[in-house]
Every structure is written in structure tokens, then in C-alpha cells.
């Protein structure tokens, strides 16, 4: 098998079970690799550490994938590992969801694959070059275990440039999505765009954070912020929201929010859907003297790598410090990060500076994270990317 050898003191966190290996821990390459190849990574006294994938034009030179020597990468393996995913998560889906991330990539010892169920279509996103080479078994493997209509790809991502590979979008197996799919979500429903959608159709990840939130919003004034297809807005107006206005820059997220606010037959309620840039817009608010009891603000990811953090910090700080004055005292702010180089102490920093410079005293009173089909592996922290706090202002 082809061979990798480490630099020495390079191998610590192969040995600690980190799955990146990057490209300056490398000190030699035995064999011709091609880009996702599966090698055999030793360290400098030839010691076997594990088995990855191999790409020369990645940042992470090699993917670690098993660290028993007797278990080799082959198609059974890549099989296994699919299964074990997907039964790790067949408890969440019932009458009340069924939609779920199954794979989770290093989460799940499937680096740079992610897969979502929406109901009876699978959307899948391929990030490296070594799930690539053995798509059509996964893809395989899925269907043994889930029977979908359609398995659907959305491997639209900057990552794969890092990869060397183009994107890909389009039908892998079964039938076409429709333009919209039906799910539901906690006891809601929801029509997914799965093929022109942001990200893989759905934002899965705050399932929870939503049924938690709207345990504070009955007969309350709710400001939903970059409402998407209307996760937030939708379990507001299950659990008793007196009114709720929704803000989203997308022109295609707000008509699939007012699409799925009248499936759902919350269409008679006080409702108003923006279609506006979300700073701009809580900047007009604030200019006309606007008060909300409960406020949302889950906005993209602003600090994609550790470089950015500053920069992204400063954007949290300005966003929440807007957010804050529109709240009075009692008032609650649900704020996010999906930004995965911004830990809980720092995004807990930015909006303490935030509330100092709304003028604003406050309390963190619950801490949001992502759900478990989106799990964190404890020798990969860095998947830990969702969190968020529920503050009020006192």
C-alpha cells in the first residue's frame, strides 16, 4: 500500500485520533498517490499510526480514516461505516420528524461527507476527494438501508476547489426531487427545496434550538432574523406568538416562508415577512422606535476559518448590539453562531461588549448547541461549529 511518513513530533494528533493530517506534518511519500487513494500513515521510527486518504492538493494532505492496522480500507469498510451512521440515528425519525442528518463527516469516520434524509429523498454533499473515488458505494449502501425515492447530490461547495474537484450537482439515484419536498419537523411542516436550496435543502441543525425557543414565546412580539423557510417563525406560531415578524435578503426563502406559514395554516395570524438585509433592517427599526419581546438572530457563517475571527467578531458584536435595542427590560435575544472558530467564551465576549455598547445589562440564561445527529467526536472539537445563547435584558 502507498505510504506516508511523518514528520518527527508531527504525529501527535494522529496518534490522539485527530482525523487531519496536514500538509507541513508530512516528510515523505512512498508510492504513486492519486488525489484520495488510500495510504498507510507511519510516523519517522516506522511505527504504523493509521489509514487515510491522500490528497496533494489539499491543505489536509491526508484524511485519517482507522487506526486498527487489521481493519482494511475496502469497500465492506466504507459499508460499515455508512450503517453504523445511520443506525445511530434511526431513533430520531417518527410521525413528528422525518428528516435527520445521517452522515456527519469526521463525526461519523466519513471525512467530507455530509448526508441529509428529507423525508424520502437523501441530499448528499461530498467535500474531499476520497469519498469521491467510492460515491457510487455509498450511494449503494444508502439504498440498501433506506429504500429513498431519490438520492439527490449538492457538491456545490468552496471546499472542493481546495480538492481539486468541480462541482456536482444532480440526480445520483431513484428519481428527480420535486421543486419542493415535504417534511416535518417537530409535528411541523415544511416544503424543502432540495436541489436549488441553501446548503443541502434545510437547516436540520436547530431543530431542537427551535422547540426550545418557542417555550418563551407565547403571547409575545417576535423578531425572526434570518428566517430561511421559517424554522423559528413556524414552532413561534405553534407555541402561541401574539405576532411575528420574519427578515430574510432571500427573495426564494421568503416565498417558501409564506408558503409554508399557510400549509400550515398559520396564515390567519399577525404576520409580516421582510425581504430586506438583516442590518439594514434593524437599523430601520431601531430608527422608528420599534420594541420586541423576543427576538432570533441566526445568521450565516461569518468566521469560515480562525483568521477571519476578528473580523467576524466585530460583525456578531455590531449585528447583536442591533438586535439589543430593540429589546427592553425582560426582552430575550436568541442569537447563533454556525462559525465553527468561534468557540462559547468568545461568542459569550462579543455580546457581552455588545450589550455595553447598546446600553444594556444582561443574563445568560440557557446555551444553545447542535443537535445529536450533527454529534461531535472527542477527538475532533473542531465539529463542534453551532452554538448560541438565550439572553435577557434586565
Known sequence: ?????????????????????????????????????????????????????????????????????????????????????????????????????????????????????????ISIQVHAAGVENVKAVIVDELVKLLAPKGIYERSDLKSREYEGLKDVNGLLWGELPPEFVDIVENGIHYRVNIIDGQKSGFYCDQRENRLLTAQYVKGKRILDCFCYSGGFTLNAFRNGAAEIVSVDSSALAIETLKDNIAYNKFDTFPHQAIQSDVNKYLRHLGEQGEKFDVIVLDPPKYAPSRSTLEKAS?????????????????????????????????????????????????????????????????????????????????
Open 1 to 121: 500500500m502507498n505510504k506516508i511518513i511523518l514528520h518527527k513530533g508531527k504525529d501527535k494528533a494522529a496518534w490522539q485520533l485527530h482525523p487531519w493530517v496536514f500538509s507541513g506534518a508530512v516528510n515523505k511519500i512512498i508510492g504513486p498517490i492519486q488525489p484520495g487513494e488510500v495510504v498507510s500513515v507511519y510516523n519517522i521510527d516506522d511505527e504504523f499510526i493509521a489509514y487515510g486518504v491522500y490528497n496533494n492538493t489539499s491543505r489536509v494532505a491526508v484524511r485519517l480514516l482507522e487506526w486498527n492496522p487489521a481493519n482494511q480500507i475496502d469497500e465492506q469498510w466504507w459499508r460499515m461505516r455508512v450503517k453504523k451512521a445511520v443506525q445511530n440515528r434511526a431513533h430520531l425519525l417518527g410521525s413528528d420528524n422525518d428528516s435527520v442528518r445521517l452522515i456527519f463527516a469526521e463525526a461519523d469516520f466519513l471525512p467530507g461527507l455530509i448526508a441529509d434524509k428529507y423525508a424520502d429523498f
Open 314 to 394: 466585530r460583525a456578531y458584536k455590531d449585528l447583536n448590539r442591533r438586535g439589543l435595542m430593540l429589546l427592553e427590560s425582560g426582552g430575550l435575544l436568541a442569537t447563533f453562531s454556525c462559525s465553527g472558530a468561534m468557540d462559547i467564551d468568545t461568542f459569550k465576549q462579543v455580546l457581552a461588549w455588545a450589550a455595553l455598547d447598546a446600553g444594556k445589562e444582561i443574563q445568560f440564561i440557557r446555551q444553545f448547541s447542535q443537535p445529536e445527529d450533527h454529534p461531535v467526536r472527542a477527538s475532533f472539537p473542531e465539529g463542534e461549529y453551532l452554538k448560541g445563547l438565550l439572553v435577557r435584558v434586565i
